[in-house]
C-alpha cells in the first residue's frame, strides 16, 4: 500500500483575477502555492489522490481564467530554481525549475556568462510555460536550446523526456496538443554557450527597450493570435483598424493590436468577447483565419 500523499497548505475561494496577467477571473474552489518542483509534484499527486480536477498556473500569463472560476485545485508555480547540471568547454547543461520567471533565469544566466536563453526578457512567463508553448522572441526559441524536460503522466509517473520527442513547431508542442501524456512539466534544461556577460547583457537591454517601445503596459493575457503564414498578426489587425475596438473593460491595445488589455474593470467575459470579435472581423474581411495563443480555462 502507498503511503498518503501529504495534504498541500490550501486556500479556498481565491479569486484568479490576482493570479492572471489580464487581472480577470473567478475564484478557485481550492488554491495552491508551489515554490520550487517538489512543491508541484507533492501538490500533483495530491489531487491524483482526491481524483480532484486541477490546473498549474505559472506567471498567470496567455491564459484567461472564466468569471465562474476554477472546480477543483488551482496550483500556482512560483519557483527561483537555476541550476548549472554539467560543465561543458563552449557552455553549459543548465536546469530550471518549471515555476521559474523566465526574465529574471535569462538575466541571472547572462552574469554566469551563459548566452542561449536571453530571449526569454521578452517571455512574460515560466520555463516550464515556454516549454509547452514553444515560447520565442526576438529571434530566439525555446526548442533552439532545450535538451530534455522531467514531467508527470496523467497517472503521477515521472518521466524524463528529450527535445526531439517533444514535436516542438510554431507555438506548440507535443504537450500543448496533448498528444504526449505529460500535462506536468517538472523542471526543464537547456544547453547554453559560454559568452562574455557584457556582451549578453547588452543584448538583453536592447530586447527590453524594444520590448518597452512596442509592447503595451497595461494588464494584458499577453499575445493574443499567432502569427499567420507570411504576415503579423498585430499588422493584420491594425490594418482593419481594430486598434483601440473595446468590449466592455477590455480593448484591443492602441501600441499593438495584437494584444487585448485590461483597462481597468474587464471581465474574462468582456477579453474573450473581444478576442472573438476580432477574429470573425479579420475573417470576414480578410479571409484570414486566425488562431490563438492564449487559452480560455475554467468555468464560463
Known sequence: MSAPVERPEIEVGEPLSKHTSVKT???ADWFTVAKNSADLERAVRWALAQGMPYLILGSGSNVVMGDGG????IIKSISRGVRVVEEEDDGAIVELES?????????????????????????PGTAGGAVVGNAGAYGGVTVDTLTDVDGLTASGELRVVPNEALGFVYRSSTIKRQELDLPVVLRVRHKLRREQPDTISARIQGFLAERRRKQPTEPSVGSTFKNPMGTHAGILIESLGLKGTRIGGAMVSPKHANYVINTGNATSADVRALV?????????????????EIEFKGEW
Do not use: H, Y
Open 25 to 27: 477571473g473567478g475564484p
Open 276 to 292: 472573438d470579435l476580432v477574429r470573425a472581423t479579420v475573417l470576414e474581411r480578410s479571409g484570414v483565419a486566425l488562431e490563438t
Open 70 to 73: 476554477f472546480r477543483g485545485l
Open 99 to 123: 515555476g521559474t520567471f523566465l526574465p529574471t533565469a535569462a538575466k541571472r544566466l547572462a552574469t554566469q556568462g551563459l548566452a542561449g536563453l536571453e530571449w526569454g526578457v521578452g517571455i
